[in-house]
């Protein structure tokens, strides 16, 4: 027998979060309901889908996800295809961006999209890039803003078209006070290896300069490094950052170029790669440029 669509959708969300619970939560459903569904596909495909602790696919759970991502991600083409289709507005554009990217100049784009479409219903999504290149080919969200770095780049999946806004420089980030604050660049040797403030940028995006963050007294783990700046202009240590973290930071801090480690984040806009684009899409990507060259290229915190 082959499984019903709508229990590979259930099976889709149990997997992808790792809970049954959570699972119910997103499609609307009772736990016990998720668990009865998941026990009826395993039934109807005679073979166990799912471990239970931890919650994971099997061999045979595998097998189901990939066929069902990709009758998803057909589906998602025709959809976009088909809102092509209409010139006028649609109802709904989800966006997906990364934080410092829905802080600054994402908003701005919108405020434009708006002002072409009033009526379009607009939903942003805070994601970063993988989950977002995820979101985009179950045709989750229609457009996502993503970035990877020159020393770890993250190349879209295929059936995904990306294009590059700008390269944003990775700096080192200081109190205004600091004695190195007057430098034009700074080596991170020249910086108390104690003074450091670990991030993620750090050991997963440079890891080129880690040798330079033992020991370190101030760690910082999540997505909005908004709060790191917080705690550089707090005194609190040195940072190193993506300068579009900086746009609208904290006023008591500092960034400098990296001496003898240039270093890059490349921000994208990332869609589905169909033969037809939506006209509210192609207007958002326009909104995108002039966004970025009004709130990022434009701002005091901008420089090479």
């Known amino acids: 027998m082959s499984p019903e669509p709508r229990l590979l959708v259930t099976l889709e969300a149990v997997a992808r979060l790792g809970s049954f619970?959570?699972?119910?939560d997103e499609l609307k459903f009772t736990q016990s309901a998720v668990s009865q569904q998941i026990s009826e596909l395993e039934r109807q495909v005679g073979a166990r889908v799912l471990d239970r602790r931890p919650v994971r696919p099997t061999a045979a759970g595998r097998v189901l996800l990939d066929g069902e991502a990709k009758v998803r991600q057909a589906l998602a083409v025709a959809d976009a295809e088909l809102k092509a289709l209409d010139a006028g507005d649609y109802g709904e554009l989800r966006i997906a961006a990364f934080v410092s990217a829905g802080a600054s100049f994402v908003p701005a784009a919108l405020a434009?999209?708006?002002?072409?479409?009033?009526d379009l219903r607009i939903a942003l999504i805070e994601s970063e890039t993988r989950a977002s290149y995820a979101a985009l080919l179950r045709g989750d969200v229609d457009l996502a803003i993503t970035y990877d770095y020159e020393t770890h780049r993250?190349?879209?999946?295929?059936?995904?078209?990306?294009?590059?806004?700008?390269p944003?420089?990775?700096?080192?980030?200081?109190?205004?006070?600091h004695p190195l604050?007057?430098?034009?660049?700074?080596?991170?040797?020249?910086?108390?290896?104690?003074e450091w403030i670990r991030t993620p940028v750090i050991p997963h995006d440079l890891t080129i300069?880690?040798?330079h963050l033992r020991p370190v007294r101030t760690d910082f783990d999540g997505d909005d490094f908004r709060t790191v700046t917080r705690l550089v202009d707090a005194a609190l240590g040195v940072a190193i950052l993506p300068t579009l973290t900086l746009?609208?930071?904290?006023?008591?801090?500092?960034?400098?170029?990296?001496?003898?480690?240039?270093?890059r984040r490349f921000v994208y806009s990332c869609r589905l790669d169909t033969s037809r684009v939506p006209t509210a899409v192609a207007d958002l990507?326009?909104?995108?440029?002039?966004a970025v060259a009004a709130v990022v290229l434009g701002s005091a915190e901008w420089s090479p």
Not at 181 to 194: G, K, L, Q
Not at 247 to 263: F, L, M, N, W, Y
Request: proline share 12%.
């Open 168 to 177: 944003d420089p990775v700096k080192i980030v200081l109190p205004a006070g």
């Open 112 to 118: 434009r999209l708006r002002a072409v479409h009033p």
């Open 181 to 194: 604050a007057a430098r034009s660049a700074i080596h991170p040797d020249e910086v108390d290896p104690a």
């Open 209 to 211: 300069l880690t040798e």
């Open 285 to 290: 990507e326009q909104c995108l440029d002039q």
């Open 21 to 24: 619970s959570e699972a119910a």
């Open 247 to 263: 746009i609208g930071a904290a006023t008591g801090v500092v960034a400098r170029p990296i001496a003898g480690h240039s270093q």
């Open 154 to 166: 993250l190349p879209p999946p295929a059936d995904l078209v990306r294009r590059q806004l700008f």
